[in-house]
């Protein structure tokens, strides 16, 4: 598969994860809630492609994008969504907290950046050529320890990307409600290098995040990546305060997957889609039916 | 080095820190002005800048960043040790420690060697909020181990506090929160030819790592009256109070000083208070929801009508001032604990 068709297939599998995830949701499968990445599917995708072998991953709330793009499986994450001892973490985390290979999420805004900053000292310490990449929130600009953990980063030179999804909303609170200032000023204050993309595109995120991760790995030295991104669907089940109108006008913009596969011809799309499903559809019916781990 | 006749707990925890960084490469040191020649706003860190400079590393005052980059560090293979500067301060890093660090090991499945020691306790004049004792709002938070040195040396020179320490930094997996006292730190190690007015005998806790309980009864003397029980700081104002109660008052007591107060195992304490049916709890933190009363309720527990009396000794419920007779008459000292027990016996 070319270029183009297998980075929209990593696309279009998150999306459609998440589209069974909230279909399925009612039926009472899977209990608890949950945050879907619709919308920001370029972000994990974009960034987390860069990755080498031994890198590290932190990821937050929203997480199943960035657990996918990791490599991880859609069978254990249905599984671990359903409560199941064939999930992810044995059905103890849920959505919001899972650990596979080097691939860590939790609950708690803006407290993983300083597990995020120990394991990158961890690496720096070890002398190994393994980064960290820390996902956060426009909302989690909030929290304090985020400016502590921002001083130690760039005190310590520790070789971490941290990727803010500026999706300018935090659960029904809008950015401008929350942020004062400038976001990426907020970081340069540290001295952080700070690159900041208003895009929905694979293509502008990738490279710029490939290039990013390369200059960490090599130079052993922190770098902030700003995407300004949309939150397509509801914060978690069905809360969304803003207007029908509103998120439409972001589909109609900023829906990464109808960018990226209107470069592919219709029928390699459609048979993209079509084995994107099926796999879903049978990655679904596994962790439903089994319990042994995936 | 000190001869060990004159060590010190404070001695004892900086060797013990000491000897750890020697034996395990994988130990890093955390804190707030912790390099040498200051070595630590009470020194327990003294010196290990100077030998294992890559190691210790100083941080800005940044509490919850110190002991959330702890528990990054455990998660990758490293053995943290992170100070809090003040006892006090651990307020900044409970989420960190209850949200996040105490949950590692439970949900992501690995290994979690996190040790973060921190000072409690008054009597230093520093006033309301330099002197609490707050452990308690650590106890009862699965995956977090408690555990409290005490001043007694045991079986060999790093024995008692630093062994403790030690043995928590390189051969424990799970997170241990370290409390140390102010003025613990000034005693002088006891061993056996100190405490020869006492049998002592020391119980083996269940568990993974060596955390005494140490249980004191006054030698040759009649059955004991009542059983008193408490640690760190406390237990040696409680052991004085016990000398005197004997030698003074004729009142005969027997002392159990757990070193691990979190999760409680209290097996040795039951089996004291199974022979006495009196039980008083002193602590140095306020009573209110506190150790004492957990240690109440479960020895309530595991002797019903055996236990016929208890009572609790801890801080008055209010801020600690800074005024040094205002101070004591706040915290819990020695004559407390003998009023208290002569109340208890009906003397
Ligand atoms: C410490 C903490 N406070 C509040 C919450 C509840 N909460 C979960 S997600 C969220 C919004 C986060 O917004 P943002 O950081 O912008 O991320 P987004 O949801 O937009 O991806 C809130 C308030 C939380 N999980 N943790
Ligand atoms: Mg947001």
């Given at each position: 598969m070319h270029k183009n068709a297998s980075m929209y297939e990593k696309l279009y599998t998150i999306r459609q994860f998440e589209i069974l995830l909230i279909e399925k949701f009612p039926t009472g499968i899977f209990p608890g809630t949950t945050h879907t990445s619709l919308g920001q599917e370029a972000n994990a995708v974009g960034v987390l492609s860069h990755l080498d072998a031994g890198d590290i991953v932190v990821s937050n709330h929203r997480g199943h994008g960035h657990f996918l793009a990791y490599g991880g499986d859609p069978r254990a994450l249905f599984a671990e969504l359903m409560g199941k001892p064939s999930g992810v973490c044995g059905g103890i985390g849920g959505s919001q907290h899972l650990h596979w290979r080097n691939f860590y999420s939790s609950g708690i805004q803006g407290g993983t950046l300083a597990m995020a900053s120990g394991m990158a000292l961890a690496e720096k310490e070890a002398g190994s050529q393994n980064i960290v990449v820390d996902f956060m929130g426009d909302g989690t600009l909030g929290e304090g320890i985020v400016y502590e953990c921002l001083n130690i980063i760039s005190l310590w030179g520790l070789p971490i990307l941290i990727v803010l999804e500026n999706n300018h909303i935090a659960q029904t609170t809008q950015v401008e409600k929350a942020v004062a200032g400038s976001i990426p000023e907020r970081f340069e204050a540290f001295g952080l290098p700070v690159e900041h993309i208003d895009s929905s595109d694979i293509l502008e995120i990738s490279p710029r995040a490939g290039r990013l991760m390369g200059e960490v790995r090599a130079q052993k030295e922190p770098r902030v990546l700003i995407i300004e991104t949309a939150r397509l669907g509801t914060h978690s089940k069905g809360d969304d305060t803003r207007t029908p109108q509103e998120i439409e006008l972001l589909w109609q913009a900023r829906d990464p997957v109808a960018i990226q596969g209107a470069r592919l011809l219709k029928e390699e799309r459609d048979r993209i889609n079509l084995q994107v499903e099926e796999k879903l559809q049978s990655a679904l019916k596994y962790a439903m039916e089994n319990e042994e781990a995936a | 080095m000190k001869s060990e006749k004159s060590l010190t707990v404070l001695d004892s925890l900086n060797l013990g820190l000491q000897r750890a960084f020697q034996d395990d490469m994988r130990a890093i040191l955390l804190g707030?002005?912790?390099?040498?020649?200051?070595?630590g706003a009470f020194k327990v860190t003294k010196g290990l800048s100077t030998q294992f400079p890559d190691r210790v590393l100083t941080t800005p005052i940044s509490e919850a960043a110190i002991a959330g980059i702890a528990g990054g560090l455990a998660l990758r293979g490293m053995h943290p040790v992170a100070e809090i500067m003040f006892g006090d301060f651990s307020t900044l890093i409970a989420d960190q420690v209850i949200n996040h660090i105490a949950k590692f090991s439970e949900v992501y499945q690995t290994d979690t060697p996190v040790v973060i020691r921190t000072p409690m306790g008054g009597?230093?004049?520093?006033?309301p909020t330099h002197?609490?004792?707050?452990?308690k709002l650590f106890?009862?938070?699965?995956g977090l181990t408690v555990l409290a040195p005490s001043h007694i040396l045991g079986e060999n020179e790093l024995g008692g506090p630093g062994k403790l320490l030690y043995d928590a930094i390189t051969d424990f997996s799970t997170p241990v929160f370290f409390v140390e006292n102010k003025l613990q730190y000034l005693l002088k190690l006891l061993t056996l030819a100190d405490l020869e007015e006492f049998d002592v005998r020391t119980y083996d806790i269940p568990g993974n790592l060596r955390s005494p309980i140490t249980h004191f009864a006054i030698q040759s003397a009649p059955k004991a009256s009542l059983t008193v029980t408490a640690y760190g700081y406390m237990a040696h104002l409680a052991l004085e109070a016990m000398h005197q109660l004997a030698y003074e008052h004729e009142i005969f007591c027997e002392l159990l000083v757990p070193t691990r107060l979190a999760p409680f195992e209290l097996e040795p304490l039951f089996d004291s208070v199974s022979r006495t049916s009196k039980l008083l709890a002193v602590e140095e933190g306020t009573l209110s929801m506190g150790w004492g009363a957990e240690v109440l309720a479960r020895t309530s527990e595991a002797l019903g009508a055996g236990l016929k009396m208890t009572s609790r000794l801890g801080a008055r419920e209010s801020v600690i001032p800074a005024a040094p007779d205002l101070e004591s008459g706040c915290l819990p000292g020695v004559k407390d604990i003998i009023t208290r027990v002569k109340e208890m016996v009906g003397k």
């Open positions: - | 707030e002005d912790i390099l040498d020649p200051y070595g009597r230093r004049g520093y006033g002197s609490q004792t707050l452990e106890l009862g938070i699965p």
